[in-house]
T-cell receptor
Framework: DAGVIQSPRHEVTEMGQEVTLRCKPISGHNSLFWYRQTMMRGLELLIY????????DSGMPEDRFSAKMPNASFSTLKIQPSEPRDSAVYFC???????????????FGPGTRLLVL | AQTVTQSQPEMSVQEAETVTLSCTYDTSENNYYLFWYKQPPSRQMILVIR??????QNATENRFSVNFQKAAKSFSLKISDSQLGDTAMYFC???????????FGAGTRLTVKP
């Protein structure tokens, strides 16, 4: 089975440029999460979706960050304009939901390493 | 807010030995989930083991087991017969039953020495 797929795996850009990170969740999973990992702040949840609907975006640091999930198999995280402090590893994760409504394990993609110069 | 504390930034163990990684958490919830994730140098986040708070029995996955002490809010990970491939960052994580929001600890860097 294919796991969570993220692209690109590495991105180097200049300050002020727009950056778009992409994620394809595991087929059949109905929850999708975007995390950011930095040395200073560790792993932080940015936003998550249930059934393509954004549920909690309180972790999104600024208006420069936006995320969309147009369908069950695709999500994007966009940073516009990018800044050097946005340099981090961005993870996408997905999870199924059981019929009983309990939360399930999150499965992570390989991450996108972003460097903003 | 829930917090997860991993008090050991770094640990090392000899190959084939046993090592225990500590994790404590703070919550007023009664139903929740706890996880250990492994992050090797490749940066991939890999689930190691999961524990539901309502289960008294400690979870076990091959060489990995946990010591879940609900009253003490402690969730340690024991790795038996350590292997070189176990070298990684290990993250403890907490998730409330009613939410998808998972909180991670700062991580413990484990090095398995030959």
């Amino acid at each position: 089975d294919a796991g969570v797929i993220q692209s690109p795996r590495h991105e180097v850009t200049e300050m002020g440029q727009e950056v778009t990170l992409r994620c394809k969740p595991i087929s059949g999973h109905n929850s999708l999460f975007w995390y950011r990992q930095t040395m200073m702040r560790g792993l932080e949840l940015l936003i998550y979706f249930n059934n393509n609907v954004p549920i909690d975006d309180s972790g999104m640091p600024e208006d420069r960050f936006s995320a969309k999930m147009p369908n069950a198999s695709f999500s994007t995280l966009k940073i516009q304009p990018s800044e050097p402090r946005d340099s981090a590893v961005y993870f996408c994760a997905s999870s199924p939901r059981t019929s009983g409504g309990s939360r399930e394990t999150q499965y992570f993609g390989p991450g996108t390493r972003l460097l903003v110069l | 807010a829930q917090t997860v504390t991993q008090s050991q930034p770094e640990m090392s163990v000899q190959e084939a030995e046993t090592v225990t990684l500590s994790c404590t958490y703070d919550t007023s919830e009664n139903n929740y989930y706890l996880f250990w994730y492994k992050q090797p140098p490749s940066r991939q986040m890999i689930l190691v083991i999961r524990q539901e708070a309502y289960k008294q029995q400690n979870a076990t996955e091959n060489r990995f087991s946990v010591n879940f002490q609900k009253a003490a809010k402690s969730f340690s990970l024991k790795i038996s017969d350590s292997q070189l491939g176990d070298t990684a960052m290990y993250f403890c994580a907490f998730m409330k039953h009613s939410w998808n929001d998972m909180r991670f600890g700062a991580g413990t860097r484990l090095t398995v020495k030959p």
